[in-house]
């Protein structure tokens, strides 16, 4: 498999697992997901590109240029890291969301740490409290499993 096609395929399990983590913090504070754009069509390995570019991304790289989930990999594997992801909506506008990436065993772990909706909504405790609003209880994570340097979600149950 080529580096490109390996780069591919992580940017879109890790699109698809923002998605999953958005949706679900949206659906515990009853938020509808679609007015919100938390789909399919806008989390996309383009999207990760967007958000990759993010000025507040570009201290992940510690060369010159964009991160790449490689980076991404690696650096969470020394220390733990927040990366902020951004999704476009109607209108043009763009929604985003904050995550903790860290390694847990062998395992990156992916943990939702805010959400900035037409306002900022706390999710993790370790945020706290923001305008008046508590933190989620339940951590909102997901565990990918890193195999050989790709992204891959755990099978669900049986």
Avoid: C
């Amino acid at each position: 498999m080529k580096k490109s096609d390996l780069e591919t395929i992580n940017k879109q399990v890790l699109a698809d697992t923002f998605r999953n983590l958005v949706r679900y913090a949206l659906r515990k504070t009853r938020r509808d997901t679609n007015l919100l754009g938390v789909t399919d069509s806008n989390f996309t390995v383009a999207a990760v590109d967007e958000s990759f570019a993010a000025s507040v991304n570009l201290s992940i790289s510690v060369k010159q240029g964009i991160p790449t989930v490689s980076m991404l990999i690696k650096k969470a594997s020394q220390q733990s890291l927040t990366f902020h992801f951004y999704w476009r909506v109607a209108e043009g506008r763009s929604l985003q969301a904050a995550f903790d990436l860290s390694y847990e065993d062998a395992d990156l772990k992916v943990r939702l740490l805010w959400l900035g909706l037409p306002e900022l909504v706390p999710i993790s405790p370790r945020v706290g409290v923001i305008d008046g609003r508590k933190p989620l209880e339940e951590a909102v994570i997901e565990l990918l499993i890193v195999k050989r340097g790709r992204l891959s979600a755990y099978p669900p149950p049986t």
